[in-house]
T-cell receptor, first 114, second 113 residues
Framework: AQSVSQHNHHVILSEAASLELGCNYSYGGTVNLFWYVQYPGQHLQLLLK??????LVKGIKGFEAEFIKSKFSFNLRKPSVQWSDTAEYFC????????????FGGGTRLMVKP | GAVVSQHPSRVICKSGTSVKIECRSL??????MFWYRQFPKQSLMLMAT?????????EQGVEKDKFLINHASLTLSTLTVTSAHPEDSSFYIC?????????FGQGTRLTVV
């Protein structure tokens, strides 16, 4: 079964700094990967996903992630963060044969200082 | 995208009472829905899989009698926390998959006093 791990639990950045959040997955066949974001007081939203094709995936709000198979990684990046990016970010993989459920990484809490 | 609505968003209840949380898929049918729990400063943990018309599948360590799940229709799943205790206080989130994406409810913050 696939699992994911996120190494950065808390990240504090100043506005305009570049962001990279780590996500490593364990191998388990076909790789589908997701990044979700949870803004304070709001529900989880999908940022981006990778199923196949171009390993550099672009998502909403200027986020992107790169699937690097040799490193089992799917790191989330943004060139210049804004205060409004303050949120918790979760990497996820499908779980189970049908792939309906998601297994989440531990999450990374990002705080962007204005 | 698809919408999953969860109600209530916040609930405070007395210890020993039961609380029901609803999860609805508003514009798609979901034969399967998922219930997650999020402890403070921790990730989402899958509690159970709700199956329309059949019994829910619970993750290891989750008490079936404590967390009753009913999935009576293709658009509604309910989670009932029975005889709630303070340690049940948490953030509960439901999810339904409208392939290829999973959509999440707004979450319910349960506080048991």
């Amino acid at each position: 079964a696939q699992s994911v791990s996120q190494h950065n639990h808390h990240v504090i950045l100043s506005e305009a700094a570049s962001l990279e959040l780590g996500c490593n997955y364990s191998y388990g066949g076909t790789v589908n990967l997701f990044w979700y974001v949870q803004y304070p007081g709001q529900h989880l939203q999908l940022l981006l996903k990778y199923f196949s094709g171009d390993p550099l995936v672009k998502g909403i709000k200027g986020f992107e992630a790169e699937f690097i198979k040799s490193k089992f990684s799917f790191n989330l990046r943004k060139p210049s963060v804004q205060w409004s990016d303050t949120a918790e970010y979760f990497c996820a993989v499908p779980r189970g044969n049908a792939g309906n459920m998601l297994t989440f990484g531990g999450g990374t809490r990002l705080m962007v200082k204005p | 995208g698809a919408v999953v609505s969860q109600h209530p968003s916040r609930v405070i209840c007395k210890s020993g009472t039961s609380v029901k949380i609803e999860c609805r898929s508003l514009d798609f049918q979901a034969t399967t829905m998922f219930w997650y729990r999020q402890f403070p400063k921790q990730s989402l943990m899958l509690m159970a899989t709700s199956n329309e018309g059949s019994k829910a599948t619970y993750e290891q360590g989750v008490e079936k009698d404590k967390f009753l799940i009913n999935h009576a229709s293709l658009t509604l799943s309910t989670l009932t926390v029975t005889s709630a205790h303070p340690e049940d206080s948490s953030f509960y989130i439901c999810s339904a998959r409208d392939r290829p994406e999973a959509f999440f409810g707004q979450g319910t913050r349960l506080t048991v006093v």
